[in-house]
């Protein structure tokens, strides 16, 4: 991709994100839940924010072939998501 990011690093920066937080509380949930609950626990926050962020990229792509304006560099993506999808009412 010629500019910004690829849906591969859009991945990984959203579950370091939203994973970060919960990353900091998993030795107690480990304790708490056991082994097999504390891996069922991490398998779980793994797999949401990767799907999380495949709704982002995949809402993304649409927008860039539905409007011509998001095909060179957009500065802030996630309001302009937010405005084509509930109106001119959320910016």
Request: glycine fraction near 10%; include cysteine.
């Amino acid at each position: 991709m010629e500019n910004g990011y690829s849906w591969w690093i859009a991945v990984i920066f959203t579950f370091g994100e939203t994973a970060g937080s919960g990353l900091v509380a998993l030795p107690n949930a480990m304790l708490s839940l056991g082994l097999v609950g504390g891996i069922i626990t991490l398998i779980i926050m793994c797999l949401i924010p990767f799907y999380t962020a495949t709704l982002l990229g995949n809402n993304w792509i649409i927008m860039k072939t539905r409007w011509s304006e998001y095909t060179e560099h957009c500065r802030n993506p996630y309001p302009e998501m937010a405005q084509k999808a509930m109106g001119d009412w959320v910016g």
